[in-house]
C-alpha cells in the first residue's frame, strides 16, 4: 500500500484578507485543520486600508460637501467647517466596526491557527514562516497586492503617499499631484479636494477611468473640474518629480509638450501589481509579474495549491475575492468543481455622484464584435432630479439585438444601490422590456432605469 | 549588513547554511566572464546583483537555494542578459 504522508494542516491560507478568510473559515467549520498566515495586518486591505476607510472618509467629505452646498435649500452653513483629527478618529472607528480588521483573534476562536509574518514556499507541500516550517496537503493563495511605483525620473529620491498612506495623513496637503486616473485616483482626487486641497489628476490616457464606457469619465472629469476645481490632466505622463523646498516640482509631458507644477505631496494610483514573492517557483507554480496562472476552478498547475483575489491579477474587486475565496473552498472540499462567475459582478466607483457598472461595456462589446443595442437616458428628465436639484448623471443599459441586457454604466447619487436591479437582470438574461415593465417608484432616481430600459429600441 | 536568512539546499533540504554574498559575486563573476565581459565589468555587475539581491533577501528569514539563483537571475538579467542566461543555465551547459 502506497505511503500516506502526514502533513500539519489541511489547508494552508497565505493572506488573511478577502480571497483567504472565506475558505479558511467555511473549512475549519467543517472539521479540517487549517492555519491562516498573514504578513500584514489581519484582515488584509479592504478592510484595514482601502475600501472600508476610505468610503468612511467619503462619507464625512460628502456630508461636508452638501452641507456647505445647502444655502440654495435655505439652510444656513456658511460658517460650517471641519476638524480633520475627529475626522481620521470617525474612519478608525469605521475599520474597528467592521470586525474584519485586525482580527487575529476572530480566526484562533474558530480553531484557526495563526501565523503573523511572511510565508515562503520551500516545497511544492512545505512553507516557511518565521522559520517555522508547516506543511499541508492544500494550499491556498490570497496574498493579495500592493501598489505599482511606476518609472518615473527622481520618485526614489523624494516621499511619496500611496492610497494606504494618504489615510495616514495628519491633515489634507494644499496642492497633492495625484498619478493615475482610475477608481482609487478619482476617489481620492474628489475626497481632497472637497476638504480644500488643490487636486491635479494625471492620466496617461484621454480619459479618466479608461475602463469604464467613455461617457462615465467626461462627465467625472468635468464634475471635479467644475466642481471641485480638480485640474484634469489627461493624456498627461509624469515624467519626473525632484524636491523644491518643502514641496515637490512635478515634471509632465502632454502632447509633447513638457510643462511643471509645484505641489506639496504627490499620490502614486497608477495601479497594483500582485504580491507572487513567496518561492512559487520552489512549488512549481506558474506566474508571471501580471499574477498566479488559475484554471476556471481556480487551480494552479499544481493540484493542490489554489489561488483567489487579487494575486491572480484580474480585476481586484474585495467582492470577486470573497466569492473566489469560497469557491476555492468548494473545490478542496468537493469533488464536483465549480467556476467563478463573474458575468454579473457589478463594480461600483465612490465618487458623488456614484459610478456603477456592470456586465459589458460598451467597447468590450465593440471589441468582441457583438451586435448591440443601446439607451442613455440623462439625470435631467427623472423627477427626483429636480427634488434633489442634481441633474449630472445618466444611466446607459446595453443590449443584444433581441433586447437581452448585456451591460449597464450607472452615474447618479446612489448607483452603487441602483446596479443591483441591472446587475439581476444580466445575470439571468432579462430584457430590457421585461426592466421597462417593471413598477419603479416615483420620485426615487431607479426612475432613470426605466427610462432607459424603455428607451432601447429592438 | 548582517542578514538572518537561512539558506535551504534545494536538492537536499537537510542541508542548511548561512547566505555567502562571496559565493554569489564569485558565480556572478564566472557567469559574466563566461560570455566574454571585461573583468572590470564583472566584478562592477557581480557587486550590484549582490546588492540588489540583499535588499530582496533583507525581509527574507529562510531561502532555498533555488531561489538565490532565480532571483540572482532576475537580477542579472538588467545588467547582462547573457551572462543571466548563463548563469540560470550553468548546469546544464557543458
Redesign the interface.
Known amino acids: 500500500m502506497a505511503k500516506k504522508y502526514e502533513f500539519d494542516y489541511d489547508l494552508i491560507v497565505i493572506g488573511s484578507g478577502a480571497g483567504g478568510s472565506a475558505a479558511a473559515n467555511i473549512i475549519a467549520s467543517e472539521g479540517k485543520r487549517v492555519a491562516i498566515i498573514e504578513a500584514d495586518t489581519f484582515g488584509g486591505e479592504s478592510p484595514n486600508w482601502s475600501d472600508v476607510p476610505t468610503k468612511a472618509l467619503l462619507h464625512a467629505a460628502n456630508l461636508y460637501d452638501e452641507a456647505i452646498h445647502g444655502a440654495k435649500f435655505g439652510l444656513r452653513s456658511s460658517t460650517l467647517g471641519y476638524n480633520y483629527p475627529s475626522i481620521r478618529a470617525w474612519k478608525d472607528l469605521a475599520v474597528k466596526r467592521t470586525g474584519a480588521g485586525n482580527n487575529r483573534d476572530y480566526y484562533e476562536k474558530q480553531g484557526i491557527n495563526t501565523f503573523n509574518?511572511?510565508a515562503?514556499f520551500?516545497?511544492p507541500n512545505e512553507i516557511?514562516?518565521?522559520?517555522r516550517h508547516l506543511s499541508a496537503s492544500n494550499f491556498l493563495i490570497a496574498t493579495g497586492s500592493h501598489w505599482m511605483i511606476p518609472e518615473i525620473t527622481g520618485i526614489d529620491k523624494i516621499k511619496y503617499l500611496t492610497p494606504r498612506t494618504i489615510l495616514e495623513e495628519i491633515r489634507p496637503p494644499k496642492s497633492l499631484m495625484i498619478v493615475g486616473g482610475g477608481e482609487s485616483g478619482v476617489e481620492i482626487a474628489q475626497l481632497m479636494a472637497t476638504f480644500g486641497t488643490k487636486v491635479y489628476l494625471a492620466e496617461k490616457t484621454e480619459r479618466l477611468l479608461p475602463k469604464c464606457d467613455s461617457e462615465a469619465g467626461e462627465l467625472l472629469a468635468r464634475i471635479l473640474t467644475e466642481q471641485k476645481g480638480v485640474s484634469v490632466l489627461t493624456q498627461s505622463r509624469v515624467v519626473s518629480i525632484e524636491k523644491e523646498g518643502l514641496g515637490k516640482r512635478v515634471i509632465i509631458s502632454r502632447a509633447g509638450v513638457e510643462k511643471s507644477v509645484r505641489v506639496d505631496e504627490i499620490l502614486i494610483a497608477a495601479g497594483r501589481m500582485p504580491n507572487v514573492?513567496l518561492?512559487l517557483?520552489?512549488a512549481g507554480v506558474k506566474y508571471s509579474p501580471a499574477g498566479i496562472e488559475v484554471n476556471d476552478f481556480l487551480q494552479t498547475n499544481v493540484k493542490h495549491i489554489f489561488a483567489a483575489g487579487d494575486v491572480l491579477g484580474r480585476n481586484g474587486l474585495t467582492h470577486n475575492a470573497i466569492l473566489e475565496s469560497r469557491v476555492v473552498a468548494n473545490n478542496i472540499l468537493h469533488r464536483n468543481k465549480v467556476a467563478p462567475d463573474y458575468s454579473a459582478t457589478p463594480e461600483i466607483i465612490f465618487t458623488n455622484p456614484g459610478i456603477a457598472v456592470v456586465g459589458l461595456s460598451e467597447d468590450d462589446c465593440i471589441k468582441r464584435d457583438l451586435q448591440i443595442n443601446k439607451a442613455v437616458a440623462p439625470l435631467n428628465i427623472i423627477a427626483r432630479s429636480n427634488t434633489s436639484d442634481f441633474r449630472d448623471g445618466f444611466v446607459k443599459i446595453i443590449t443584444d439585438k433581441k433586447g437581452v441586457i448585456l451591460g449597464a454604466t450607472i452615474v447618479c447619487p446612489h448607483a452603487g444601490e441602483m446596479i443591483h436591479e441591472l446587475a439581476l437582470a444580466v445575470k439571468y438574461g432579462l430584457t430590457a422590456t421585461q426592466v421597462a415593465n417593471t413598477p419603479h417608484a416615483f420620485l426615487s432616481w431607479s426612475e432613470a432605469i426605466r427610462v432607459a430600459a424603455g428607451n432601447i429600441s429592438i | 549588513m548582517l542578514l538572518p536568512a537561512?539558506v535551504?539546499s534545494?536538492s537536499h533540504?537537510e542541508k542548511v547554511g548561512k547566505y555567502n554574498r562571496a559565493r554569489l559575486r564569485a558565480s556572478v563573476i564566472t557567469a559574466c566572464l563566461s560570455v566574454c565581459t571585461p573583468e572590470g565589468q564583472a566584478e562592477s555587475t557581480a557587486d550590484a546583483v549582490c546588492d540588489d539581491f540583499e535588499v530582496?533577501l533583507r525581509?527574507?528569514?529562510?531561502?532555498?537555494t533555488?531561489?538565490i539563483v532565480?532571483v540572482s537571475a532576475k537580477l542579472l538579467e538588467k545588467y547582462h542578459t547573457e551572462a543571466a542566461y548563463i548563469y540560470e543555465q550553468r548546469h546544464i551547459i557543458i
Do not use: F, L, Y
Request: hydrophobic share 30%; aromatic share 4%; proline share 4%.
Open positions: 509574518g511572511a515562503h520551500i516545497s516557511t514562516v518565521n522559520r514573492d518561492g517557483e520552489n | 537561512v535551504i534545494s533540504p530582496w525581509n527574507k528569514q529562510e531561502v532555498t533555488r531561489d532565480i
